[in-house]
């Protein structure tokens, strides 16, 4: 199917299925502007238990967890783990044109940003190439940054470019990843961070690699903090294994 097409029917869905009319994940109706049914809203897996500093789910609390103490994020929070019914929902807010899954996800997201009592001095999202945005026509990182500072009352700015093209990260492991992005990222020009505590919105935290290379591309500049806010993050596996 082509992108016209898709997009298309990706529009004739939304006219059918206005987003609050019916649920986000199964597209059954609902009647009071929820984003899911009750019976999906079930399904999605909210962290309560986690590592303090890289914020993936945990079987137990931890200051500072294996999979993240090296990394130069200062504190990370992710709303929900990282299963099935999340990666369906980020899916289509990535690839299927739903970007209204935007404020759905912000929402969640600034939940977590007052409970953590994040105060940055800016905020920003993990940008894309230019060639990348204009195939998938948004980011779907800085749709998120944007929904998510109407709601803290913070302004955006673009901090960051991803100036190196980078081969698709699924399927690779964290030391695969980080060499895979290694000088993709650079402070845009005219940014200033030096001195700020600046929060980076994505979607996913899966290895880390991503938020450790903008954190040492920021802190390279000057930045005193870099905290890292996503919709989702993959369980800490390797501490249930230690508990094991």
Same mark, same amino acid.
């Given at each position: 199917?082509?992108?016209?097409?898709?997009?298309?029917?990706?529009?004739?869905?939304?006219?059918?299925?206005?987003?609050?009319?019916?649920?986000?994940?199964?597209?059954?109706?609902?009647?009071?502007?929820?984003?899911?049914?009750?019976?999906?809203?079930?399904?999605?897996?909210?962290?309560?238990?986690?590592?303090?500093?890289?914020?993936?789910?945990?079987?137990?609390?931890?200051?500072?967890?294996?999979?993240?103490?090296?990394?130069?994020?200062?504190?990370?929070?992710?709303?929900?783990?990282?299963?099935?019914?999340?990666?369906?929902?980020?899916?289509?807010?990535?690839?299927?044109?739903?970007?209204?899954?935007?404020?759905?996800?912000?929402?969640?997201?600034?939940?977590?940003?007052?409970?953590?009592?994040?105060?940055?001095?800016?905020?920003?999202?993990?940008?894309?190439?230019?060639?990348?945005?204009?195939?998938?026509?948004?980011?779907?990182?800085?749709?998120?940054?944007?929904?998510?500072?109407?709601?803290?009352?913070?302004?955006?700015?673009?901090?960051?470019?991803? !100036?190196?093209?980078?081969?698709?990260?699924? #399927?690779?492991?964290?030391? &695969?990843?980080?060499?895979? @992005? =290694? +000088?993709?990222? *650079?402070?845009?020009?005219?940014?200033?961070?030096?001195?700020?505590?600046?929060? !980076?919105?994505?979607?996913?935290?899966?290895? #880390?690699?991503?938020?450790? &290379?903008?954190?040492?591309? @920021? =802190? +390279?500049?000057? *930045?005193?903090?870099?905290?890292?806010?996503?919709?989702?993050?993959?369980?800490? !596996?390797?501490?249930?294994?230690?508990?094991?």
């Amino acid at each position: 199917m082509s992108k016209l097409v898709q997009k298309a029917l990706d529009g004739l869905i939304r006219m059918v299925y206005p987003e609050k009319l019916t649920c986000n994940l199964c597209g059954r109706e609902v009647f009071f502007g929820e984003a899911f049914c009750p019976e999906c809203a079930e399904k999605l897996e909210f962290i309560t238990t986690r590592c303090d500093k890289c914020g993936r789910s945990s079987i137990k609390p931890v200051s500072v967890c294996s999979t993240c103490k090296t990394s130069l994020v200062d504190r990370a929070r992710s709303v929900l783990n990282y299963s099935d019914d999340v990666i369906a929902l980020i899916t289509s807010l990535k690839y299927r044109g739903k970007r209204y899954l935007a404020k759905v996800f912000a929402e969640m997201m600034s939940a977590v940003y007052a409970e953590n009592f994040f105060c940055p001095d800016m905020i920003t999202y993990v940008p894309m190439t230019d060639r990348d945005e204009f195939e998938r026509g948004y980011n779907q990182s800085e749709e998120l940054a944007i929904e998510l500072s109407k709601i803290v009352k913070a302004e955006v700015f673009d901090l960051l470019e991803k !100036v190196k093209p980078t081969k698709n990260q699924v #399927g690779l492991n964290y030391s &695969e990843r980080q060499k895979n @992005l =290694k +000088g993709s990222f *650079a402070i845009a020009k005219g940014a200033a961070v030096k001195g700020k505590k600046i929060l !980076v919105v994505d979607d996913v935290l899966t290895t #880390g690699a991503t938020g450790n &290379e903008i954190a040492t591309v @920021l =802190k +390279g500049k000057g *930045a005193k903090s870099v905290f890292l806010l996503t919709i989702a993050s993959v369980a800490n !596996v390797y501490e249930r294994k230690d508990e094991e």
